[in-house]
């Protein structure tokens, strides 16, 4: 049988939701291995909403599970219904809907929350030894997830990783098409649009990063 990954995004576009790219190369790579995947997203509003155009914050209100939709074709659950007895795996990609919808890192940082559903789901996969991959800005949410002395990346920015430090975090710095693996805790993450300048080079750690999850994962 394939292996079963779910996938938990944040709504829909770098600024304010889950990065497009990031998602949308983590679903190919999945697809081309030959995994079975799931997407999720918590069913709450949006920190706040982006236009993409203009970089400025618009005067509405958004739905991350429904945005999530959008990046998933309609083939998406509330991460309420993520059961890790279903899964293999579970993968998050970036865009700062992470550190805005799913936690609110980007408003507290180091004194961060994490969404309760989301946290709840994470730390299922934790507790059953299943591997997680986190990449671009989600890394800031494996203290949380994973407890201090977490092994993990953003890349290389002083500022997060500082903040990170003070969660907790092992830091190591990663060039975009690498990963840093905590072997103990089966924690995957690469730095990908914290560092890429190019789709390609965004692509060129998170294939990496699906290849190892699903590497660690329990066999089929």
């Known amino acids: 049988m394939n292996k079963k990954v779910a996938v938990i995004l944040s709504g829909c576009g770098v600024y304010d939701g889950a990065e497009i790219h990031e998602s949308v190369i983590t679903l190919l790579r999945l697809d081309q291995r030959g995994a079975a995947v799931q997407c ?12 993409h155009y203009s970089g400025d914050e618009m005067d509405e209100t958004r739905n991350v599970l429904v945005e999530s939709a959008r990046i998933a074709r309609g083939n998406i659950k509330d991460v309420k219904a993520l059961h890790v007895g279903d899964f293999d795996a579970l993968i998050m990609p970036g865009g700062f809907g992470v550190a805005k919808n799913l936690s609110d890192f980007a408003i507290s940082g180091a004194n961060c929350t994490v969404q309760p559903d989301v946290l709840s789901a994470a730390q299922a996969f934790v507790s059953a030894g299943k591997p997680v991959g986190l990449m671009c800005i989600a890394p800031a949410l494996a203290a949380k997830i994973f407890g201090p002395g977490v092994i993990c990346t953003i890349g290389n920015d002083p500022d997060t990783a500082a903040a990170l ?12 098409s690498e ?24 692509a060129s750690g998170i294939n990496k990063l699906v290849d190892r999850v699903l590497a660690l994962s329990h066999p089929a």
């Open 179 to 202: 990963l840093v693996e905590d072997s103990e805790r089966k924690l995957v993450s690469t730095p990908a649009y914290m560092l890429a300048q190019s789709i390609s080079e965004a």
């Open 40 to 51: 999720f997203a918590p069913n709450v509003a949006q920190l706040h909403v982006v236009d």
């Open 165 to 176: 430090v003070q969660m907790g975090v092992e830091h190591h710095e990663c060039v975009v």
